[in-house]
C-alpha cells in the first residue's frame, strides 16, 4: 500500500449521471494529483492542489470539476460525461509541488466506464 | 517538444531470463528521470529517481542507467520472476517546477 486511497475503485455511470472520485492521503503530504489514465496513452496530468489551492489546471474540460477540502483529501466531481472519458483515473500525492526530490506516491486508481 | 518515447511497447520473456527497457527523451532542461512499475489495475510504483549527475542506480533486481548526453536510459531487469508481470513507465521530470513528462510505457510479461 502506498498510503493512498481511491473510492469507488470501478464506477460505471451513464452520461447524465452526476457522480464523485474520492482520494485520500495518509502520508503528511501538502501537494494532491489527478491524472488520467487511457488506453495505449501516456499519463495525462489533470490537477494539481498544494496547500488545498489549485496551482494548476491542463485545459482540462468543466464537466471534471475538482475538490480539495484539506490537505489529506481531493475530489473529483464529474458531470454530463461522454464515453472517451472512460478511463482509469489516478490521485497522487506527494510532500510538496514536484521538484527534483519529491516523489509521487499513487492511489489504486477508478476505472471509469461511460456509457 | 517534449517528449519521452519508449520501446518496445510490448515484451514476452520467460521467468528467470534478463531484459532492458529503452527510455529516450527530448525534455529540457532537464530535472530528473523516473521509473515506475504498474502492476494491472494498479497505480504506478516508483523504483528508482535519477538525476544528472547518476549514471546507474540499482534497486534490487532492477536497475537503471541514465546517459544524459545523448538522452538515453534503460531498465534492466535480472532474472526475472512472474512478479515483474507490469507496465514500466518512464518518467522525465522537467525544469525547476518539476513538471512531469511520462511515457507511454512497456508492458513487460513473464511466462513460466
Known amino acids: 500500500e502506498t498510503g493512498v486511497t481511491q473510492t469507488p475503485r470501478h464506477l460505471v455511470m451513464g452520461m447524465t449521471n452526476k457522480k464523485s472520485l474520492k482520494c485520500e492521503q495518509h502520508?503528511?503530504?501538502?501537494?494532491m494529483y489527478w491524472y488520467k489514465q487511457s488506453a495505449k496513452k501516456p499519463l495525462e496530468l489533470m490537477f494539481v492542489?498544494?496547500?488545498?489551492?489549485?496551482?494548476e489546471n491542463n485545459s482540462v474540460p468543466s464537466r471534471f470539476s475538482p475538490e480539495c477540502p484539506n490537505s489529506s483529501h481531493l475530489f473529483l466531481h464529474l458531470h454530463t460525461l461522454q464515453p472517451e472519458d472512460s478511463a482509469l483515473y489516478l490521485c497522487?500525492?506527494?510532500?510538496?509541488?514536484?521538484?527534483?526530490?519529491?516523489?509521487?506516491?499513487f492511489g489504486p486508481g477508478t476505472r471509469l466506464t461511460v456509457l | 517538444k517534449n517528449q519521452v518515447e519508449q520501446s518496445p511497447q510490448s515484451l514476452i520473456i520467460l521467468e528467470g531470463k534478463n531484459c532492458t527497457l529503452q527510455?529516450?527523451?527530448?525534455?529540457?532542461?532537464?530535472?530528473?528521470l523516473r521509473w515506475y512499475k504498474q502492476d494491472t489495475g494498479r497505480g504506478p510504483v516508483s523504483l528508482t529517481i535519477?538525476?544528472?549527475?547518476?549514471n546507474t542506480k540499482s534497486n534490487g533486481r532492477y536497475t537503471a542507467t541514465l546517459d544524459a548526453d545523448t538522452k538515453q536510459s534503460s531498465l534492466h531487469i535480472t532474472a526475472s520472476q512472474l512478479s515483474d508481470s507490469a507496465s514500466y513507465i518512464c518518467?522525465?521530470?522537467?525544469?525547476?517546477?518539476?513538471?512531469?513528462?511520462f511515457g507511454k510505457g512497456t508492458k513487460l510479461s513473464v511466462k513460466p
Open positions: 497522487a500525492s506527494s510532500q510538496d509541488l514536484p521538484n527534483s526530490y519529491n516523489e509521487q506516491f
Open positions: 502520508l503528511g503530504h501538502n501537494a
Open positions: 492542489y498544494s496547500l488545498e489551492e489549485r496551482v
Open positions: 527510455c529516450n527523451y527530448t525534455v529540457s532542461p532537464f530535472s530528473n
Open positions: 535519477m538525476t544528472f549527475s547518476e
Open positions: 518518467v522525465v521530470s522537467r525544469g525547476s517546477q518539476g513538471n512531469l513528462i
